[in-house]
């Protein structure tokens, strides 16, 4: 295969901002100002990824700080109350983390940030330390990958699953978009070829612009061939 980016550890950045869960407020604050980020790990003493701090987490410092002590009592059970008043990293962050392991695909980083709605996890090794962090920016940029990538890529695809796709099929990409015209023999192998050229990543979506009989029987000892 092309250099495709297939794992988290291919798109992550690095080295990554992250404190300590002793960390006190005003030095939180300082490391998001200068990382210029919205968010960083809680990290125990040996850089295992305890819980997360955000943006969101440090705002009900400034939120409640003209309020009464009444009103703080009535609230006292409130996670923005307890936030209010915490002063260090290990009482201001949401914990257990999200995380994320080097080795998963980005298929899989995706679904955990969308189940979790979360914007990044912290990206950890077998043993939960800290080695990167991914963001969904991250994720998006295997849509960068140019057209001309993309259509040798799937060329790629079609020349080893498929008998002689070559002389039947043409690729050609634009703005990410893969459109495979020419003959087809067996229509019934669209969807199987769909399937496997959106599986491509960076491929935004698939047309098909093709002529021939429907649904023939594909030979069995070539292999299958549109």
């Known amino acids: 295969m092309l250099n495709t980016p297939h794992t988290v550890s291919d798109v992550m950045t690095q080295p990554v901002a992250a404190v300590d869960h002793e960390a006190r407020f005003k030095e939180i604050v300082e490391t998001l100002r200068r990382w210029r ?4 790990p809680v990290l125990s003493g040996e850089r295992r990824v305890i819980g997360v701090v955000s943006e969101a987490d440090l705002l009900p410092k400034e939120a409640f700080r003209e309020a009464d002590s009444d009103r703080l009592e009535r609230l006292r059970q409130s996670d923005d109350v307890r936030r209010a008043e915490a002063v260090t990293a290990g009482e201001l962050m949401t914990s257990p983390a999200v995380t994320v392991h080097a080795d998963a695909t ?6 955990t ?3 979790a709605s979360v914007k990044r996890l912290p990206v950890v090794d077998e043993g939960g330390l800290l080695v990167g962090i991914v ?5 998006l940029k295997v849509f960068l990958r140019s057209d ?6 799937v060329r790629e695809v079609l020349g080893t699953l498929f008998a002689a796709p070559a002389k039947d099929l043409e690729v050609t ?3 990410g978009v893969v459109t495979l015209s020419g003959h ?3 229509r019934s192998l669209i969807p199987v070829v769909a399937r496997l050229v959106r599986g491509i990543e ?3 979506d698939v047309d098909f612009d093709l002529t021939g009989a429907t649904a023939l029987q594909a030979p069995q000892a070539a292999g299958p061939s549109l």
């Open 37 to 40: 980020v919205s968010a960083v």
């Open 106 to 111: 980005l298929a899989q980083a995706a679904r």
């Open 135 to 139: 963001s969904r920016a991250d994720l």
């Open 184 to 186: 087809s023999r067996d």
């Open 148 to 153: 001309d990538e993309l259509a040798r890529e």
């Open 173 to 175: 990409v634009a703005d």
């Open 113 to 115: 940030m969308a189940r």
């Open 202 to 204: 960076g491929v935004v």
